[in-house]
């Protein structure tokens, strides 16, 4: 999934239909108490209020997923693809593994819990604290493969510039 600016791929976490809508009708029941209370207008101005509250906390916090530049972005961190290791595609037990027993406190997460799949993603850098990435993603077996090659050509230009 190529575009005409260069990324790669782009994917936006967002939360699922459910969330959304028991976000909406949370802030329909914050309108009805207020209405009940002090009547039809300062209980639409409640709904209306709280429900672009919500909105507007729902995707100021939903991370996007992208490849291009010679980064892998998740989030408002970034990654130089020259240093990824290896990539491994995690199902959704292998995923709640990561994410809980068998995780690493060192690792950098950008984790949604309404996604099931997720990419963990090594990190080949002395520098780095991170050991690895756990992402999550919905196409994780369209993502892998495009890391791993973004991930060889970043290191075959490297080895072009440094020789």
Do not use: N
Not at 11 to 33: N, T
Not at 134 to 163: H, K, N, W, Y
Request: no cysteine.
């Amino acid at each position: 999934m190529r575009t005409d600016d260069g990324v790669l791929y782009r994917e936006r976490l967002g939360p699922p239909v459910w969330l959304w809508v028991v976000a909406l009708v949370l802030s329909f029941v914050l309108g009805v108490a207020y209405g009940w209370r002090l009547g039809t207008g300062p209980g639409v101005a409640a709904f209306v209020v709280s429900a672009l509250v919500v909105v507007a906390v729902l995707l100021a916090t939903t991370p996007v997923v992208s490849v291009g530049h010679g980064v892998l972005r998740a989030g408002r961190a970034r990654l130089p693809l020259d240093v990824v290791g290896r990539v491994a595609v995690l199902d959704p037990e292998r995923t709640r593994e990561a994410r809980g027993r068998k995780a690493d406190p060192r690792a950098y997460l950008t984790i949604r819990g309404w996604i099931s799949w997720s990419l963990l993603v090594e990190v080949d850098d002395a520098d780095d604290p991170h050991p690895y990435w756990l992402v999550s993603t919905r196409r994780p077996r369209e993502l892998a493969p495009l890391i791993a090659d973004a991930r060889d050509r970043a290191r075959a230009q490297a080895g072009d510039v440094a020789g």
